[in-house]
T-cell receptor, first 111, second 115 residues
Framework: GQNIDQPTEMTATEGAIVQINCTYQ??????LFWYQQHAGEAPTFLSY????GLEEKGRFSSFLSRSKGYSYLLLKELQMKDSASYLC????????????FGTGTRLQVTL | DAMVIQNPRYQVTQFGKPVTLSCSQT?????MYWYQQKSSQAPKLLFH???????NEADTPDNFQSRRPNTSFCFLDIRSPGLGDAAMYLC??????????????FGDGTRLSIL
């Protein structure tokens, strides 16, 4: 079976750093994606990890530990526009990505 | 530049009346996906096409069908919509390659309401 867990909601202050955690138990693993989804809009790709360690992309970083079935997304210098849902998704397919999504973490950035 | 385009953005249909949602892409990706996303839930994969090869998820109801007449277009047909089918339907595309790091690119979705 596939199981992906994320916190439902988080709140953080503008300019701060926030870490969104994701734990997974899946029947296969071929990489983990993070997507951002604003209300009523399409998910947009943020990052991808397949090897253990940290991937950095500007204000966003993502970390993966395969042995622990754990990932996190780190957002630095938070801006109001970062208020959105953040979806963790595991690719359990082959070279055609077949994603199982978590329910997402709704992040509210406040002044 | 819109790359994955879904029409319409909002669709209202009657209980039991067939409805078709459409998706087109300008990315020339060989894989196209349909997801159902209900409020505050994860997107749930319904099926995907690798080129013309159709791959249905085991728990996708028979009520949901799909067609892909060419690389650019994919359709989702709901034969007899029920109240439980009200949701956002997301189309996505990806390139299938030798490595698994190809992200999926999503359209803006079609929000389906059932009267």
């Amino acid at each position: 079976g596939q199981n992906i867990d994320q916190p439902t909601e988080m709140t953080a202050t503008e300019g701060a750093i926030v870490q969104i955690n994701c734990t997974y138990q899946t029947s296969g693993f071929n990489g983990l994606f993070w997507y951002q989804q604003h209300a009523g809009e399409a998910p947009t790709f943020l990052s991808y990890n397949v090897l253990d360690g940290l991937e950095e992309k500007g204000r966003f970083s993502s970390f993966l530990s395969r042995s622990k079935g754990y990932s996190y997304l780190l957002l630095k210098e938070l801006q109001m526009k970062d208020s959105a849902s953040y979806l963790c998704a595991v690719n359990s397919g082959g070279t055609a990505s077949k994603l199982t999504f978590g329910t997402g973490t709704r992040l509210q950035v406040t002044l | 530049d819109a790359m994955v385009i879904q029409n319409p953005r909002y669709q209202v249909t009657q209980f039991g009346k067939p409805v078709t949602l459409s998706c087109s892409q300008t990315l020339n990706h060989n894989v196209m996906y349909w997801y159902q996303q209900k409020s505050s839930q994860a997107p749930k994969l319904l099926f995907h096409y690798y080129d013309k090869d159709f791959n249905n998820e085991a728990d996708t109801p028979d009520n949901f069908q799909s067609r892909r007449p060419n690389t650019s277009f994919c359709f989702l047909d709901i034969r007899s919509p029920g109240l439980g089918d009200a949701a956002m339907y997301l189309c996505a595309t990806s390139r299938r390659g030798r490595v698994s790091n190809q992200p999926q690119h999503f359209g803006d979705g079609t929000r389906l309401s059932i009267l």
